[in-house]
């Protein structure tokens, strides 16, 4: 297969449901006759128009809003979000309007959009620029949560989140962009589903449930476990973290007995958090030691990379914790 | 306290925060004459500049029938609350109904609608059945959604109805929304979002103003000016005075109309939903209006005099009506059979709805998520 | 003692701290001539003017922008908002500012104001005006949470919040508004600390941590399994969810060896999770079963009681899970 | 596609959404008379209506030292950006100069600021450290936040700079905040905001321009217009053509002044801020202004002709302030010699941040809470 950029995978994803789909449209700041702050959307205005590619003024609010009012009617639109933690400037047009709106009129109707653009740390950013808002999404019911890890997985989880007849928070990650993968071309359509975990990583001691950027960090740090330690950590990918393939994460967790869930969202109230209340609903017979999250520790992320990097739950810290857990 | 330290600021802020046009010129015994904003000014003070044809009897038959079903439907709810039969709030449009009505007759089936959960005026103007809105309100099965929404949700989308809304302003943007796709679609359908005069500060609004004028979307901002924010009149917390002039800064088509006689309100909209489908862009409407009852259902009113409420009753929209059809040769008779028959309506839609079950509790859980796709929606 | 509603308290709470300390002043929508859509606020704009208690245009995030500005100075506003909902309205300002500007500026400045307003349920607001945010603030690191339950809670919390030098979200609850507790006169000030849970129930067989209107529910479905079952539920009224007091949680699971968390914001990501999380982290030792959460459901709750009554976490729910948790 | 079957809006949409004006005229040839947020204008043709007095010499010498000062920091950063020395976004002033350096010397000691994540300038022109300054930008120790802000977030209390920040807008009602308390406490202290082009239209503004008009607060709402929201156009998505015009529409004072002047910035804010302290209320400032370097470093420009920049350099901040120096009889010679200077005080700066520790690991959890209250603060 050939292989391919992160945000390249997510272009094609576009121009292809442009094209598959007339009521698709992409709308948000500098994506147009700019072709985005990163590049996620260059070309398709020349290719589609301006009836298909958007250019907005500084208004998430209103352009968030008008996302719904369109779709409510069958479009299906893909706003780009230039940094999510700009969720916070729409939250309201988000938490209590898109996510709510099927179930506020009792299913008459629908809102199929896309909320896109990169999130996390890594970069330098600091604190309004490098937040996880994965954990934010997938607290409130109503809206799908997707963030893919890969070339493969982004673009056919970005097709199939378009597709989809719910709103999508389509979360890519800064350190992801230029990662590359394999992909197959163009002309071979496919899709991933949203809901499917996927097994990146087979091991037999430790399970570990991650997504987006941290996948990477995360499988990093299980080659080094197995090289330096002898540990042999399986390494679930989620994809979604709304809904939860809890289903995959259990049967790994049937091996290995032991659970870690790694995300850069905030620790508190997060994903890991989550997993782990879940665990013990669902299957705490399984576990055979105490089952751990690790998240972003909570300060509001620093710019110096001095500290960013220690605030980050990346590989040393995945590490420094799967052996922790191994000793019990 | 440090308040006697004030010293630049005495002058022109005597006594607290920067005074209001208004309140100053009732201390100085000024005239209110630039203020059009103010609690007193009748809606037919108005500084509406447009030419109201004379609409044709029957329908304005038909109008004055949908005035009396609005409110006596909102009387009915209001007593059913009263009754402890409706919780949360709920919000009367006692005052408002020309608003809505005279919008709805201006507009084609597939136009599309929006509003602020005060929005039980607009839905039955808009064709939605009053048994089935009463359920609604009282959360039961057959209300339009399920009794999930409730009196601040209205929704029908088979009557261009898509939805009203619990937080100020957020409609707004929805409307634009939907004016978008019937602009992107090449369709000729129009959008129309009400809201209050207390809306025109959330942020929300400028932003859509903007985006709306520059991308000369066919919509119609309706400005519902009551004159009060719940229980704040507007003046406290407006550096503006005409609300209709406002959006003129987004060079946006604008005009203040009487927004109780339906007439006149039939007249603007058409002229607004003609520009827009001309491809002119959104026209501003600010429809100078009074809340009759209070802010919700449970309001005590001690925020405004009754006086000030009494003088409103000389042109509230049933009023105006019910001259305009005298004047116009309407025998009494006519007019008293429509109120009974609607008095009759009202009955019928209130033992329907408080005869409609409960939504099981399985309900609950549906309409979360949908499961479907665009392939096979 | 004598008895006060949980209003009273609240109002004797801003009008004692006005009265101390000349910084402190009111804004919000409603607050001042009216004195509060819920009284909360009542006769304080009479006694202090309008340069301390401000009524608003509707315009959450300039007036919340506008209270952490005036708050980098030494001012000490304290914030309505008529819902928590409108939370989402004014998010930016909140999580991306308030909660983040003493870290942002390495702790050149400090912003100490209060959010408050009430949340919640059971009576029929509907989607967007019912919801608990108190997992929400507790997910962004930067603000203090609190959720007193009592009239004698809401008070002494209420002065420590304004006095704190931290941005504290205080969450009251539209059911809470309307009941009465002992509470010393105004002559005999107090304050409650922030961070300190309080057991409210003693008890042996099973500990449920909980805040807000939940712990009534919580104290009612105690009682009821105490005679109905036999089964003595110690009750840990956290009061405070940033920071949680889990030293007092960890106490009182020493004793009963399970656990249960309970909270009205939805379970997804919630505190209960959170709580759970840090069991295992802190106290696995102590848990003789597994430990449990409970929280609203995953709905965007809906305004008909019979639905409304399904998905919240109260009373009923309280008691199935508790007899649940007993049989293992 | 559906293009083709839209009917009503090919007259005044002929090719997609409604066309800008600016776009309009330069295909129709028309001219750009009325619209004055056009790329091409320069700041000297913006709209000034106000008296400008000459200043003294030595503080324009001094203005002009500090002008160098910034752009020769801007350029050091930029270079130590190009060598990864510098991560995340970092935007620099280069052009903006006046409109920083103008302002911070119409106003007082006690004054405050905030402004945009473009905020360098301001933070050199109101007296912050450049070598503190840098290394709060490099993330070291030394930084006046210890390298916790960086560059999108400059802050320094004790020079009356109370945060740059990086989203959009969210600083103007911080300014505003700052001001009620000036207000509040009876003190005539001064706030001011800046904040860009693109800015205008976050909905926050709105709210923040209506209550600051309304309670008359001791503001100054500066708009540094450099016609371009990133990498996009002004009028691409602006409605308003002429944007200082729009806040009349709160009965906001307002002008439209050449940003790239420091005597007309010192004079517009000048007479703001005397209005400001004499409880006249906010005044909004335009400054015309252009951004020599792109939006940020990295940025590649494609998004604009190099001929358009190239025009830009001759009105520039500093090109404007030299030969006004030398037009009232400076010599080259002095002028050089500051050159010179600055050059050295910015490598001195440089090495000065270089050297700088990064912050301990430990320090990345500080600065979350405090641990105090009121009675101890
Ligand atoms: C964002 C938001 N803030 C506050 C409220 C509470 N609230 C509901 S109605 C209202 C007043 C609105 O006044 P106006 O826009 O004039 O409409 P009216 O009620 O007079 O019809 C307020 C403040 C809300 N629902 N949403
Ligand atoms: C709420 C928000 N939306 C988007 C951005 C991304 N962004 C950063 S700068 C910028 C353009 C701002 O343009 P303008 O206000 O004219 O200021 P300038 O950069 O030209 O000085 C944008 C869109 C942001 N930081 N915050
Ligand atoms: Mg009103
Ligand atoms: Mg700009």
Redesign the interface.
């Known amino acids: 297969m050939r292989r391919t950029t992160y945000i390249q995978a997510l272009n094609e994803a576009l121009r292809e449901e442009l094209q598959r789909?007339e009521?698709v449209?992409l709308i948000g700041e500098d994506i147009g006759h700019y072709g985005g702050l990163f590049r996620v959307t260059r070309n398709l205005l020349d290719e589609f128009g301006e009836?298909r590619v958007l250019d907005?003024?500084i208004?998430e609010?209103?352009?968030?809003?008008?996302?719904?009012?369109?779709?409510?009617?069958?479009?299906?639109?893909v706003v780009e979000l230039m940094y999510m933690d700009f969720t916070l400037v729409a939250a309201?047009?988000i938490f209590?309007?898109i996510a709510k709106?099927?179930?506020?009129?009792?299913?008459?109707?629908?809102a199929?959009l896309v909320i896109r653009g990169q999130q996390g740390g890594g970069k330098h950013y600091g604190s309004q620029h490098s937040q996880s808002v994965d954990s934010l999404y997938a607290h409130f019911?109503?809206i799908?949560v997707v963030a893919p890890a890969t070339p493969y997985d982004a673009k056919g989880l970005l097709k199939?989140a378009?597709?989809?007849?719910?709103p999508v928070a389509f979360l890519e990650h800064k350190m992801l962009y230029f990662t590359r993968g394999e992909a197959p071309p163009p002309e071979e359509e496919y899709l991933v589903p949203i809901g499917k975990a996927d097994v990146k990583r087979a091991g037999s001691d430790l399970t570990i449930a991650t997504f987006s950027y941290c996948l990477l960090q995360a499988l990093d740090a299980a080659e080094s476990l197995q090289q330096e330690h002898g540990i042999d950590c399986e390494v679930v990918d989620l994809r979604t973290v709304e809904p939860l393939d809890t289903e995959t994460v259990w049967e790994s967790l049937a091996k290995t007995g032991r659970l870690l869930a790694v995300h850069e969202s905030y620790a508190n109230c997060g994903v890991g958090a989550e997993l782990v209340a879940r665990a013990y609903e669902e299957a705490p017979h399984l576990l055979r030691a105490p089952a751990r999250r690790l998240g972003m520790a909570p300060v509001s992320i620093p710019v110096s990379r001095a500290l960013e990097e220690e605030a980050l739950p990346w590989k040393e810290e995945i590490m420094a914790t799967v052996l922790e857990m191994s000793r019990r | 306290?440090?308040?006697?330290?004030?010293?630049?600021?005495?002058?022109?802020?005597p006594?607290?925060?920067?005074q209001?046009r208004a309140e100053a010129d009732a201390q100085t015994g000024g005239s209110l004459l630039h203020a059009s904003i103010t609690t007193n000014a009748l809606p037919s003070e108005s500084k509406s500049a447009i030419e109201v044809p004379e609409l044709d009897i029957e329908l304005l038959l038909d109008m004055y029938r949908k005035a009396v079903l609005i409110r006596l439907l909102e009387k009915a709810l209001l007593a059913a609350a009263e009754e402890g039969q409706?919780?949360?709030?709920m919000h009367t449009a006692i005052g408002h109904e020309a608003n809505a009505i005279g919008a709805a007759y201006a507009l084609r089936s597939g136009d599309?609608i929006?509003c602020t959960y005060r929005g039980h005026h607009h839905g039955i103007a808009w064709g939605m059945d009053p048994g089935r809105s009463i359920a609604e309100v009282m959360?039961?099965s057959d209300?339009?959604?399920?009794?999930?929404?409730?009196?601040?949700?209205f929704?029908?989308?088979q009557h261009g109805m898509?939805?009203a809304?619990?937080?100020?302003?957020?409609q707004?943007?929805?409307?634009?929304?939907?004016?978008?796709?019937s602009?992107?679609?090449?369709e000729?359908k129009v959008?129309i979002t009400f809201f209050g005069d207390?809306?025109?500060?959330?942020?929300?609004?400028?932003?859509?103003?903007?985006?709306a004028?520059?991308?000369?979307l066919p919509l119609i901002f309706y400005c519902e000016n009551n004159r009060y924010?719940?229980?704040?009149p507007i003046w406290?917390?407006?550096?503006?005075?005409d609300i209709y002039?406002?959006p003129?800064?987004?060079?946006?088509a604008s005009m203040q109309i009487d927004g109780n006689d339906v007439e006149v309100v039939h007249a603007a909209v058409s002229q607004a939903a003609e520009r827009a489908?001309?491809?002119?862009?959104p026209t501003f409407i600010e429809g100078i209006t009074y809340r009759l009852a209070g802010h919700m259902a449970g309001d005590l009113e001690?925020?405004r005099p009754p006086e000030e409420v009494e003088k409103q009753q000389a042109h509230e929209p049933l009023t105006v009506l019910r001259k305009k059809l005298l004047a116009r040769g309407v025998e009494e008779a006519r007019i008293s059979e429509i109120d009974e028959e609607v008095d009759e309506a009202i009955d019928e839609a209130v033992s329907f709805a408080e005869t409609s079950p409960?939504?099981?509790?399985a309900?609950?859980?549906?309409?979360?998520?949908?499961?479907?796709?665009?392939?096979e929606?």
């Open positions: 789909d009521d449209f009836k907005t003024p208004s609010q209103a352009f968030m809003g008008m996302a719904l009012g369109a779709a409510i009617v069958g479009m299906r639109p309201d047009q209590n309007q709106y099927r179930y506020m009129t009792g299913g008459l109707l629908k199929p019911p109503g799908r199939s378009i597709r989809d007849d719910n | 306290m440090k308040q006697a330290e004030r010293a630049l600021h005495t002058q022109t802020m006594d607290g925060l920067a209001p409706i919780g949360g709030a599309y929006t959360g039961r209300g339009f959604a399920k009794g999930k929404g409730g009196s601040m949700h929704v029908s989308p898509m939805g809304n619990g937080i100020v302003a957020a707004v943007p929805h409307a634009a929304g939907l004016a978008l796709a602009h992107l679609r090449g000729s959008a207390g809306a025109m500060f959330q942020g929300v609004m400028h932003e859509t103003f903007n985006m004028a520059k991308w000369k924010s719940e229980m704040t406290r917390t407006s550096s503006i005075e002039l406002f003129r800064a987004y060079g946006m489908r001309s491809g002119y862009g001690t925020y409960w939504p099981d509790a309900e609950t859980y549906l309409d979360v998520f949908s499961e479907s796709t665009s392939e929606s």
